[in-house]
């Protein structure tokens, strides 16, 4: 409660006297020409509890009258609109705002040290130009993507309508519409936007819109980095027939020097080569779901490797451009998987029976030269077998059965096979 002039002059020059408000675009109106009073140490701020200059004013038409809640010290020291305690340049609650901007600003809440804070906040905003902000939230680093997505970049005047007339919800209200008030239906008192409270939304404890917009963020669609660090490559969809490869360099240059740029104009689209991932990473954060070039928006996702795209290319018969591939006729099929090796079981690299006894092949040597080979017959055998349990002679290999056939020269059905056996044993 504000304290009369003439009974207490304690702590005076502490109050504040203003000769303008802080106030947002959306609380100021859409009307460039408005009239405002001015009440000075009207009321107490409803966060410090000082008094300060009120300031009184109806935004538009069909509009309800708003006023100034908080001091301007409290204002800056979070930097948001005297009136709806949203942050003055993304348009956002305070919890949003610091939460993206990683921010921890703990306000003293006890009478003693609220006022011990607030007399050194105003002394840091002395010495400063008032052109940036104070504290914790002046140390912060640069705006996070989340805030980008999340800003609003437009007044919404929406939110200066007249409150809903309780007379006409009870069927009573007679002025018909000659009534300030809105005649709706009112929202669902289980809404959990219907209780708000100005000093969580100052503090940035339990507000119902910024658990709302935390919760959209958390379903926006963002774009992961691969986990092959090899990755360097970003595709760019969407290109059209305005979008040349200089458009592109002009726009991704500043992220890293960039490799090459090449241009699919029958796919419209484009795959960019940065020379580091850092350099890829940055361009992929900052342009991603954000990039329009001559009027166009354009899709951003990394590129993949070639042993993935070699995988991926064709599955199932279907290419990776979505078309099916037919069979190509007279193709053998694939190879059978070689047998399991047994460390333990000796190797058998000519195949034989293990059950019988080996034969040792005795290849005899040719001939001196000078010396005439015998004649069929009556020479040596080219191969002896050891032992009298040598297993018998194998077959000729035109005499052989056929067996499974992998290759098609493995065929004796192909090319005159039989044609070319019966003219040998005619000759």
Same mark, same amino acid.
């Given at each position: ?7 207490? /002059? ?130 912060? /680093? ?90 360097? /490559? ?41 020379? /580091? ?9 900052? !342009? ?109 290999? !035109? ?29």
């Amino acid at each position: 409660m504000a304290t009369s002039l003439g009974s207490n /002059t304690y702590n005076r020059q502490n109050w504040e006297d203003a000769d303008f408000p802080i106030l947002c675009q959306t609380c100021l109106g859409e009307n460039p020409y408005i009239r405002m009073t001015k009440e000075k140490y009207g009321k107490e701020c409803k966060i410090c509890a000082r008094p300060f200059t009120v300031f009184r004013w109806c935004p538009g038409t069909r509009m309800r009258f708003k006023k100034t809640e908080v001091c301007q010290t409290c204002s800056k020291m979070k930097n948001v609109c005297q009136t709806c305690l949203l942050d003055l340049e993304y348009g956002l609650p305070i919890q949003v705002r610091d939460t993206g901007l990683s921010v921890k600003d703990e306000v003293p809440k006890s009478d003693v040290n609220k006022e011990f804070y607030t007399q050194n906040m105003e002394r840091e905003i002395a010495n400063t130009d008032g052109t940036r902000a104070v504290g914790q939230l002046g140390k912060a /680093t640069s705006s996070s993507d989340m805030l980008l997505k999340l800003a609003r970049t437009t007044p919404y005047y929406k939110r200066n309508r007249p409150h809903i007339c309780s007379f006409w919800v009870k069927g009573e209200c007679k002025r018909g519409e000659e009534c300030p008030y809105r005649h709706e239906k009112p929202t669902d008192p289980d809404d959990p936007l219907a209780d708000q409270n100005i000093k969580d939304r100052y503090y940035g404890i339990n507000d119902p819109v910024a658990d709302k917009l935390l919760k959209r963020a958390s379903t926006m669609p963002r774009l992961d980095p691969p986990e092959d660090k090899s990755i360097t /490559t970003l595709y760019i969809g969407g290109l059209g027939d305005t979008v040349t490869d200089g458009d592109l360099k002009s726009h991704f240059y500043q992220f890293g020097e960039i490799r090459t740029i090449t241009i699919v104009q029958r796919q419209q689209c484009a795959f960019i080569q940065f020379a /580091t991932r850092q350099s890829a990473e940055m361009a992929a954060e900052k !342009s991603f779901n954000k990039l329009i070039i001559n009027g166009r928006r354009l899709t951003v996702k990394w590129g993949r490797s070639q042993a993935a795209r070699g995988k991926e290319g064709i599955k199932d018969g279907v290419s990776e451009m979505g078309t099916r591939l037919d069979p190509v006729p007279g193709l053998p099929g694939a190879l059978p998987p070689p047998p399991a090796l047994d460390e333990e079981a000796p190797a058998n690299y000519f195949n034989l029976d293990p059950s019988t006894s080996p034969a040792v092949m005795n290849i005899t040597l040719p001939p001196p030269p000078g010396i005439n080979p015998p004649p069929p017959g009556f020479g040596p055998p080219m191969f002896h077998p050891m032992g009298p349990m040598a297993p018998p002679m194998p077959p000729p290999m !035109s005499m052989r059965p056929p067996g499974h056939i992998h290759y098609p020269s493995q065929d004796p059905q192909r090319m005159g096979a039989h044609a070319a056996h019966g003219s040998r044993h005619g000759d």
